[in-house]
């Protein structure tokens, strides 16, 4: 069975700092990967999808890279907000149960102002 | 345009009652999942389904979980004779026909005395 890993579960930055979230996987035959962030009481946002055959994906302040062989995926946040502050989720769908997505517990970030 | 809508937001039940959430996905979307999030975990994939094929529910715990879906529409998922350890919240997600990335609803917190 997949697992998906975030590390660290937890961060704190002021504001203005760049910063990269990880995350990790154990089975590296993906279908894709999508970062999504979850703010308090809501539901997930998209952030990015990268596809297995894609090395990275940007928006805006975001960008996201993969990794398929080590198993890994950042995402990296340019110029930190207050308004970053959210929980960043990593989800991973497997090549042979491409409906199926794994996700990690996530990354709780604060920016500090 | 309208997004992933859920009802009803909180749900407070007695041990042994039955309960059942509703997932109101994107207009046209063909997909639709439903995850299940209990507190300070990551989220756990249940059913899943896709147009008119049959759904994959590989991932509902128990038999006392089912999930139905009409057509390309609404879903419910139905808890029979609820347990404290089905208190957690209920995640709802639908994708375009084609697409990978999920669109995700703001949840049914499910809080089971």
């Known amino acids: 069975k997949q697992e998906v890993t975030q590390i660290p579960a937890a961060l704190s930055v002021p504001e203005g700092e760049n910063l990269v979230l990880n995350c990790s996987f154990t089975?590296?035959?993906?279908?894709?990967l999508q970062w999504f962030r979850q703010d308090p009481g809501k539901g997930l946002t998209s952030l990015l999808l990268i596809q297995s055959s894609q090395r990275e994906q940007t928006s805006g302040r975001l960008n996201a890279s993969l990794d398929k062989s080590s198993g890994r995926s950042t995402l990296y946040i340019a110029a930190s907000q207050p308004g970053d502050s959210a929980t960043y989720l990593c989800?991973?769908?497997?090549?042979?149960?491409?409906?199926?997505?794994?996700f990690g517990t996530g990354t709780s970030l604060t920016v500090i102002p | 345009g309208a997004g992933v809508s859920q009802s009803p937001s909180n749900k407070v039940t007695e041990k042994g009652k039955d309960v059942e959430l509703r997932c109101d996905p994107i207009s046209g979307h063909t997909a639709l999942y439903w995850y299940r999030q209990r507190l300070g975990q990551g989220l756990e994939f249940l059913i899943y389904?896709?147009?008119?094929?049959?759904?994959?529910k590989s991932g509902l715990p128990s038999d006392r979980f089912s999930a139905e879906r009409t057509g390309e529409s609404v879903s419910t998922l139905t808890i029979q004779r609820t347990q404290q350890e089905d208190s957690a919240v209920y995640l709802c997600?639908?994708?375009?026909?084609?697409?990978?990335?999920?669109?995700f609803g703001p949840g049914t917190r499910l809080t089971v005395l």
């Open positions: 089975d590296s035959a993906i279908y894709n």
């Open positions: 389904f896709q147009g008119n094929s049959a759904p994959d």
């Open positions: 989800a991973v769908s497997h090549r042979n149960t491409g409906n199926q997505f794994y």
């Open positions: 997600a639908s994708s375009p026909r084609g697409g990978y990335e999920q669109f």
